[in-house]
């Protein structure tokens, strides 16, 4: 191989990987582009305890640990070194919206509450407007069936009697053999 076409060879290969990393740039910039306009489908993240502006109105002072619970659920933290609060955490993250936490923390001394510190909580109503604000709304069918598509429909099974039925044994056998 003479020089002339080692250098031709040489010139080749070095104008072939400058085309290649000029065109690694342009598709950087063109990705680039695209990876702008389309963005990622995050989840809305719900997360804790909801606790409604209602719920918190209905506890009242001097209540039993068992009727805060049955108000307000099980609460999110409670801790073996404050048996005496309980912490109701709320936080609710959506992609476009600053993220929102609320908080409600009650006290009780021995068994009964004492007093409840709460931040500004949305009525259940506002809870339920600000989980389907990111919707958008669809118009729902009317599902209604004329006479005749009602007269077409199969009738329904035959309702049987429970008194009519063999009444249950009064004790089961064991489920397994008796050892020996």
Not at 32 to 52: L, M
Not at 71 to 98: A, M
Not at 123 to 150: H, I, M, N, Q, Y
Request: glycine share 4%; with cysteine; net charge neutral.
């Amino acid at each position: 191989m003479s020089d002339l076409q080692r250098l031709f060879a040489r010139l080749s290969f070095l104008l072939a990987v400058s085309a290649g990393l000029a065109a690694c740039g342009s598709l950087n910039s063109a990705s680039g582009r695209i990876a702008s306009v389309v963005t990622p489908y995050k989840i809305d993240i719900v997360q804790g305890n909801f606790v409604s502006k209602e719920q918190a109105a209905a506890l009242q002072l001097g209540m039993s640990r068992i009727d805060v619970r049955n108000i307000l659920g099980t609460p999110l933290l409670t801790s073996i070194f404050h048996v005496d609060r309980w912490d109701y955490v709320f936080t609710f993250k959506r992609q476009g919206i600053e993220s929102q936490a609320r908080k409600v923390t009650v006290f009780f001394k021995g068994e009964v509450l004492e007093r409840v510190e709460a931040d500004e909580l949305p009525t259940e109503a506002e809870f339920v407007a600000l989980l389907d604000s990111g919707r958008k709304a669809v118009k729902v069918p009317v599902l209604e069936l004329s006479e005749e598509a009602l007269k077409q429909l199969p009738t329904p099974a035959k309702v049987v009697d429970v008194k009519s039925l063999a009444p249950l044994p009064a004790s089961y056998p064991p489920l397994e053999p008796a050892s020996r």
